[in-house]
């Protein structure tokens, strides 16, 4: 756990009252790992978010009680699902893993010009200018 995460969790921020507070999406990976493979909680998918890689399935999960993410991937045979990331728990359906920064940008799993979390509109804005990322 990033030490700036342990001091959120420390001092009670959750990501449900401060959405920004960290660059990661999940700042209790135990508590929602946890959650995820015991059935606890309210957990909500976010549709939106689905996209498939040569691994499988991937959807954004989120924890509504306090905001923490996770990909969920539905693994294609021939993969360890678990195994396709780093600090993965395995699922009835396959694996989960934090939805962190480093998670993110783990192996290059994302196909060009993909951006998997999910937007306010169908199609992803335009770069405003130099130096900005056009998703």
Request: glycine share 10%; net charge positive.
């Amino acid at each position: 756990m990033r030490p700036i995460n342990q001091f959120l969790l420390q001092h009670g921020f959750t990501l449900s009252t401060n959405p920004c507070i960290s660059p990661d999406f999940c700042l209790d990976w135990a508590g929602l790992s946890a959650a995820l493979q015991q059935g606890g909680g309210e957990i909500r998918t976010h549709e939106r978010s689905r996209f498939t890689t040569a691994q499988g399935e991937w959807v954004l999960i989120e924890n509504l009680a306090n905001g923490d993410r996770a990909w969920r991937l539905t693994a294609k045979a021939g993969f360890a699902a678990r195994e396709v990331l780093r600090e993965g728990i395995s699922l009835s359906d396959g694996a989960a893993f934090p939805a962190s920064w480093e998670r993110t940008t783990d192996g290059n799993l994302l196909p060009y010009g993909c951006f998997p979390y999910p937007l306010l509109s169908a199609r992803p804005p335009r770069s405003p200018g130099p130096g900005c990322r056009n998703r």
